[in-house]
């Protein structure tokens, strides 16, 4: 449990120009009542760390003030912009979500640029929405609680749950996701679990994964055409959406290398919430896949979850 500590909580009534600190703010669905930056949409309440600060401070050798970058919220206790969407603050009933980290900076066009000569926001501020609003002031001390990426891993294999031979692929795809994971600063927990070529055993472990509400579940195994391929028949039912666009890139790319890629069945989708990639059993077709397949997990997580990052 990490806690972080309120310095202050600043207001402005027009955007682009430094905000001023005041008792306390008021957080409602809309964002900081009275706020500028207030409305329907993902940028709502803005953070910046006193640790961002300080750096900067001893750059521009002066003492900066808060809201002086525009923060609707200074905090001293975590590095703010290690963060990642998703994750978020809580103080008794309220909620904050982690919408953005940083932003694009408008340079010149910008009166806080202008007046402070440089801007820390866009590289380490960051955003949030609220989830659960409240009463909010100085002294106050939010919990921070990054959202835990539950990941399922699950090898198909009659052979390799028997213990004839050792299962490679679920171990790769495993560090490839922990790789994954860092590289975006996220929290994760990932579970793994070798079955046979089971119908009714995988159909309930996948029913288990989303009532347990995991993030993503990865099969790998039993995607071709042999009588025990049965991965991509189990799974289809039990999708919500289909996202047949990665599959079909993946067949398209490596299939126009290595003809063998073409006979892959492997499909993608949701059920529920939860992302469900089904991959070949070879560990070079498991480097391939995700080679493509982590490129839109990020976008996919933000969708399901309603975050529209466009506006």
Same mark, same amino acid.
């Given at each position: /449990? +990490?806690? !972080?500590?309120? $310095?202050?909580?600043?207001?402005?009534? %027009?955007?682009?120009?430094?905000?001023?600190?005041?008792?306390?703010?008021?957080?409602?669905?809309?964002?900081?009542?009275?706020? *500028?930056?207030?409305?329907?949409?993902?940028?709502?309440?803005?953070?910046?760390?006193?640790?961002?600060?300080?750096?900067?401070?001893?750059?521009?050798?002066?003492?900066?003030?808060?809201?002086?970058?525009?923060?609707?919220?200074?905090?001293?206790?975590?590095?703010?912009?290690?963060?990642?969407?998703?994750?978020?603050?809580?103080?008794?009933?309220?909620?904050?979500?982690?919408?953005?980290?940083?932003?694009?900076?408008?340079?010149?066009?910008?009166?806080?640029?202008?007046?402070?000569?440089?801007?820390?926001?866009?590289?380490?501020?960051?955003?949030?929405? !609220?989830?659960?609003?409240? =009463?909010?002031?100085?002294?106050?001390?939010?919990?921070?609680?990054?959202?835990?990426?539950?990941?399922?891993?699950?090898?198909?294999?009659?052979? *390799?749950?028997?213990?004839?031979?050792?299962?490679?692929?679920?171990?790769?795809?495993?560090?490839?996701? =922990?790789?994954?994971?860092?590289? %975006?600063?996220?929290?994760?927990?990932?579970?793994?679990?070798?079955?046979?070529?089971?119908?009714?055993?995988?159909?309930?472990?996948?029913? %288990?994964?989303?009532?347990?509400?995991?993030?993503?579940?990865?099969? +790998?195994?039993?995607?071709?055409?042999?009588?025990?391929?049965?991965?991509?028949?189990?799974?289809?039912?039990?999708?919500?959406?289909?996202?047949?666009?990665? /599959?079909?890139?993946?067949? !398209?790319?490596?299939? /126009?290398?290595?003809?063998? *890629? $073409?006979?892959?069945?492997?499909? *993608?989708?949701?059920?529920?919430? +939860?992302?469900?990639?089904?991959?070949?059993?070879?560990?070079?077709?498991?480097?391939?896949?995700?080679?493509?397949?982590?490129?839109?997990?990020?976008?996919?997580?933000?969708?399901?979850?309603? $975050?529209?990052?466009?506006?």
């Amino acid at each position: /449990m +990490t806690k !972080v500590d309120i $310095l202050s909580v600043n207001i402005s009534d %027009k955007k682009g120009i430094v905000k001023k600190p005041v008792p306390s703010i008021e957080l409602n669905k809309m964002g900081v009542a009275q706020d *500028a930056h207030a409305g329907n949409w993902h940028r709502q309440v803005s953070l910046l760390a006193q640790e961002s600060i300080d750096k900067f401070s001893e750059q521009a050798k002066r003492k900066i003030k808060f809201g002086e970058f525009a923060e609707n919220i200074t905090t001293r206790g975590i590095i703010l912009h290690k963060s990642a969407p998703l994750d978020r603050f809580i103080m008794g009933d309220m909620v904050l979500e982690v919408t953005q980290i940083g932003k694009k900076c408008h340079g010149d066009n910008c009166s806080i640029f202008r007046e402070v000569g440089n801007c820390v926001m866009p590289k380490e501020g960051i955003f949030c929405r !609220v989830l659960e609003g409240g =009463e909010l002031k100085a002294g106050d001390q939010l919990e921070y609680q990054p959202r835990i990426m539950k990941t399922l891993i699950i090898t198909l294999s009659d052979r *390799a749950s028997r213990g004839e031979y050792i299962d490679k692929s679920g171990p790769l795809l495993n560090k490839l996701a =922990e790789d994954f994971f860092n590289s %975006k600063n996220r929290h994760f927990d990932i579970e793994t679990v070798i079955i046979p070529d089971d119908e009714e055993l995988l159909k309930t472990i996948l029913l %288990k994964a989303q009532a347990e509400n995991y993030d993503m579940v990865f099969t +790998t195994g039993g995607t071709g055409i042999g009588p025990k391929d049965i991965t991509p028949d189990v799974i289809k039912p039990l999708l919500t959406k289909e996202i047949p666009g990665i /599959m079909e890139l993946i067949r !398209v790319k490596y299939g /126009m290398e290595k003809a063998n *890629a $073409l006979v892959s069945r492997g499909i *993608a989708g949701v059920m529920g919430k +939860t992302l469900i990639y089904t991959l070949p059993g070879s560990p070079k077709a498991v480097n391939e896949y995700c080679s493509e397949i982590f490129k839109t997990i990020e976008h996919s997580l933000y969708m399901l979850n309603e $975050l529209d990052l466009h506006g």
